[in-house]
């Protein structure tokens, strides 16, 4: 993190403690919650719902590109260090890769779009990011890729409903923050 000073002023290029703060209270909410729910629903892609909703919490709250890339690694960090989820050291590629996803698309997405459309596109790209590693891990097993091929559909399909549905919450919660000033004013 550079901090210069000029004419007293302290112009901060990297993340702010607040900023560093909330961006860990995301990530350890992410992995929490996932540890203490730890819903067998039988459902592809379920959980997209909460990595996408606090993965876009995080990029509206603190508003700088790679934000979401730090919540995700942190996440993963600490999934690992509980042994939250299966997968081992791979947990880390399950949180880390979405989130990545969505970083990279921060730099070609217009952001004269509305909030809400910002956050439906990057909750879908996480979840292609999100099913690829899935598809990965299938054709290393070694099934054959018709079948791979269905299972990534499948992923993306269902997965891309429950990101959608996190999405969706994020401007109503992101507007509650800006109206009790936990969060600057600013629309992102």
Request: proline share 3%; hydrophobic share 55%.
């Amino acid at each position: 993190m550079s901090v210069t000073i000029e004419n007293n002023k302290m112009t901060n290029k990297g993340f702010s403690l607040q900023d560093a703060l909330f961006i860990g209270f995301c990530a350890t909410l992410l992995v929490a919650l996932k540890g203490m729910l730890r819903l067998k629903l039988g459902l592809t892609g379920h959980s997209m719902f909460l990595m996408s909703f606090f993965y876009l919490i995080c990029y509206g709250a603190v508003g700088k590109k790679g934000a979401i890339t730090v919540c995700g690694l942190l996440a993963g960090l600490i999934a690992m260090m509980l042994s939250v989820g299966k997968g081992g050291p791979f947990i880390l590629v399950k949180f880390a890769l979405p989130a990545v996803a969505m970083d990279l698309c921060l730099f070609v997405l217009p952001t004269v779009l509305a909030l809400k459309w910002r956050c439906i596109i990057l909750a879908v790209v996480a979840t292609f990011a999100w099913a690829s590693k899935g598809f990965i891990e299938d054709l290393l097993v070694g099934l054959s890729i018709q079948v791979a091929l269905f299972q990534l559909g499948k992923s993306v399909l269902f997965g891309s409903g429950f990101a959608i549905l996190g999405a969706l919450l994020v401007p109503p919660v992101l507007g509650r923050l800006r109206s009790h000033d936990l969060i600057d004013n600013k629309e992102r």
